[in-house]
């Protein structure tokens, strides 16, 4: 599907993740895995630190924790917002949705728009898309995306698969109205039938959480999870993403007559940096317009991932200057999408640690 937005234009970001953090080399013990292979595969994947919560952290506390920091310096008023849009695979209950969570725990008027949506890497662009698409409406000027996962709460600690790389948080992105913005090209594109690569087989109505889910149980590579945790077919997920992905983006590049010269940065979601690096290999893109270092310093947050990649690697030109971006996720559903636009000056774009401890890293 082929998406078109004219008007539109992101006005400020920012990302909120745990000041708690875990190294890979402090962790190796857990995985049934000799010392040289697990060293082997951090730095083949890039696996270094990562920032997890810390104890019973959910959404809806890191997100509160972001819009405060912005309210209190004045960057975004309570009465700015007329929809909230909150894209995770985490949420903090089966019911209500977590963005009437947080529309309670700020106190938010009572026409503001609240939705959730449940996609996870991919969820930057897909909020993004709804974002766009609620600004049609006369009563919506300013739309608050909030994209959090704290998915570190469902992995196996002695799955090498996923654990290691696993970090939680949170973004707000702030979306308005703007007849003078360029406009916007997007494209999405989903496969229900592979689904299963990317799951969490207990905790739903399908199968509920209980005593047996939670046992765990060792696979043929020596990982041990429960029905209760993540499950990644790591090959299937890589196959699905070198095969899908670039023509994806290509594609979307052609159609719109730009050339990846054209482009300043690719902010693609980080699973990690092997999979960045054949990416950009497959696009024609120097590594450099591809940055792949956020699973290394911060952990792969799901949909959180592009904000972070965003903010860390560009804050400090995106407050002064405009940049073509491509956006692009892939992952859980299984969903690819692709989002071309141009990005700032943006009024804020900054990362702060959860709880505060004043540190500013943008």
Not at 124 to 146: E, N, R, S, T, Y
């Amino acid at each position: 599907m082929n998406l078109r937005f004219a008007g539109k234009r992101i006005t400020g970001l920012l990302t909120v993740l745990p000041a708690y953090e875990r190294l890979f080399v402090d962790e190796m013990a857990n995985y049934n895995f000799s010392p040289a292979r697990s060293l082997k595969l951090k730095d083949v994947m890039g696996y270094d630190r990562r920032r997890i919560v810390d104890g019973p952290v959910c959404v809806s506390d890191l997100a509160v924790a972001g819009f405060e920091h912005l309210f209190a310096r004045g960057q975004l008023a309570p009465s700015d917002i007329d929809a909230l849009v909150v894209v995770t695979q985490s949420p903090d209950y089966l019911m209500p949705g977590t963005a009437s969570v947080i529309h309670g725990r700020l106190g938010l008027g009572y026409d503001v728009f609240c939705l959730d949506i449940n996609q996870g890497c991919a969820g930057f662009v897909v909020g993004l898309i709804q974002a766009f698409m609620l600004l049609d409406q006369p009563a919506i000027a300013k739309v608050a995306l909030v994209n959090g996962d704290v998915l570190s709460r469902k992995v196996s600690p002695r799955d090498r698969n996923s654990y290691p790389l696993i970090g939680d948080g949170a973004a707000i992105t702030i979306v308005e109205r703007d007849p003078n913005a360029a406009v916007v090209h997007a494209s999405l594109k989903m496969d229900g039938s592979r689904g299963g690569a990317l799951t969490i087989p207990a905790g739903g109505m399908r199968q509920p959480c209980s005593a047996e889910t939670a046992e765990l149980h060792e696979d043929a590579e020596g990982n041990s999870r429960a029905a209760d945790h993540l499950v990644m077919d790591g090959s299937a997920v890589f196959n699905f993403v070198m095969t899908e992905v670039p023509a994806l983006v290509d594609a979307l590049l052609r159609d719109t007559g730009t050339s990846v010269d054209d482009v300043d940065a690719f902010l693609f979601h980080q699973p990690n940096r092997f999979m960045l690096h054949k990416l950009a290999e497959k696009l024609g893109a120097p590594y450099e317009k591809m940055p792949s270092n956020v699973v290394e310093q911060y952990g792969n947050s799901s949909g959180v991932t592009i904000p972070v990649a965003t903010a860390s690697n560009f804050a400090e030109r995106l407050r002064r200057e405009t940049l073509t971006v491509c956006f692009g996720g892939f992952g859980v559903g299984l969903t690819w999408s692709a989002l071309l636009m141009e990005l700032g000056p943006l009024e804020f774009c900054e990362m702060i640690d959860f709880p505060s401890q004043g540190a500013d890293h943008g």
